[in-house]
């Protein structure tokens, strides 16, 4: 079992060149964003809490990441794979991945991260706010929030999977293709 975290700042591209993986490897594809977006629309308890967060740039804490996220895997273990997109983003969502995941007898095969100046970032994510109409992604200083936060708690991940040798850099800059075939050589020797 394939089991990859695609990681990256907000607007790195983890979505679109998830869909690319996941077509590739088979791979059962899990978007804490799309998670989110769900339970959301259905009004869950954890999605109405999420939401508060959320709307204002912030991480959504752990447990209910962790919660809305662990029943999807138990829904899905019969699969090739995972790729987590989004997910983890702090130290404790990564240790209760590992957790959850010793629980079926499979870990993290690697960590393949999407490596993007801010500038690039916040311009990627203001056209797509155009677009989309999500207001995280329609507002420079939310957007500019949401990249702070991910430095400030989220990047620290990069040395967590660097002790277990499965951290790998990848240039998020380019056309789609390019980008999907970074990864894949990434993918391909693990």
Same mark, same amino acid.
């Given at each position: 079992?394939k089991?990859i ?15 690319k993986i996941?077509?590739?490897y ?9 998670v989110?977006r769900?339970?959301?629309k259905?009004?869950?308890?954890l999605?109405?809490?999420?939401k508060?967060?959320?709307d204002k740039g ?8 962790? %919660? ?6 138990e /829904? =899905?273990i019969?699969?090739?794979g995972?790729?987590f997109d989004?997910?983890?983003? #702090?130290q ?28 690039i ?14 207001? %995280?992604?329609s507002n420079?200083?939310?957007? /500019? =929030? ?7 708690k989220?990047a620290i991940?990069? #040395? ?7 951290y ?5 800059v380019g ?10 050589n990434?993918i391909?020797?693990l």
């Amino acid at each position: 079992m394939k089991n990859i975290v695609l990681f990256g700042p907000p607007g790195a591209g983890k979505g679109t060149q998830a869909e690319k993986i996941k077509e590739k490897y088979d791979l059962f594809h899990i978007s804490t964003g799309d998670v989110f977006r769900y339970n959301i629309k259905n009004n869950t308890k954890l999605g109405v809490l999420a939401k508060q967060y959320m709307d204002k740039g912030d991480l959504v804490p752990d447990q209910v990441t962790i %919660d809305m996220l662990s029943d999807v895997v138990e /829904k =899905n273990i019969s699969v090739n794979g995972f790729i987590f997109d989004g997910f983890p983003r #702090t130290q404790s969502q990564a240790e209760a991945l590992d957790k959850l995941l010793t629980k079926f007898n499979t870990s993290i095969s690697g960590m393949v991260a999407l490596e993007v100046d801010d500038e690039i970032l916040i311009n990627r994510l203001l056209e797509r706010g155009k677009v989309s109409g999500r207001a %995280d992604d329609s507002n420079s200083l939310i957007i /500019k =929030n949401r990249i702070k936060e991910y430095y400030s708690k989220t990047a620290i991940l990069k #040395t967590f999977y660097q002790r277990k040798n499965c951290y790998f850099g990848v240039d998020g800059v380019g056309g789609i293709e390019e980008i999907t075939s970074r990864i894949t050589n990434v993918i391909n020797n693990l």
